[in-house]
């Protein structure tokens, strides 16, 4: 069994920063890309910043600049830093992970965290 779980959301003011927190646990055998992604009510999840295992991340466009993804692979963790946050930025946030089980027979899938909420505003 293997979990995600998310921690930092809430409610910030505009221009305001925030740090985003995912733990992978479980019978994990490797962690291959984690990523967040995003959805606003309404609208389609997308997402906003991947990691490769060796550190190679990308952005989306409404977020480069001010939006900075870590891991840390000893720990089976993913970061979150927001920055400059804006109201747009109002979102539930999920950690997405492809992770392969360390139970026989090994498979590799997509985890999804439960999601933390992300509110900007005045």
């Known amino acids: 069994q293997v979990q995600l779980v998310e921690s930092g959301g809430g409610l910030v003011q505009p221009e305001g920063s925030l740090r985003l927190f995912c733990a992978a646990s479980g019978s994990i055998f490797s962690i291959y890309r984690m990523a967040w992604y995003r959805q606003a009510p309404g609208k389609q999840r997308e997402l906003v910043a991947a990691i490769t295992s060796g550190g190679t991340t990308n952005y989306a466009d409404s977020v480069k600049g001010r939006f900075t993804i870590s891991r840390d692979n000893a720990k089976n963790t993913v970061s979150l830093q927001m920055n400059s946050l804006k109201p747009e930025d109002t979102a539930v946030y999920y950690c997405?992970?492809?992770?392969?089980?360390?139970?026989?027979?090994?498979?590799?899938?997509?985890?999804w965290g439960q999601g933390t909420q992300v509110t900007v505003s005045s």
């Open positions: 997405n992970a492809a992770i392969m089980t360390a139970s026989v027979p090994r498979t590799t899938r997509d985890y």
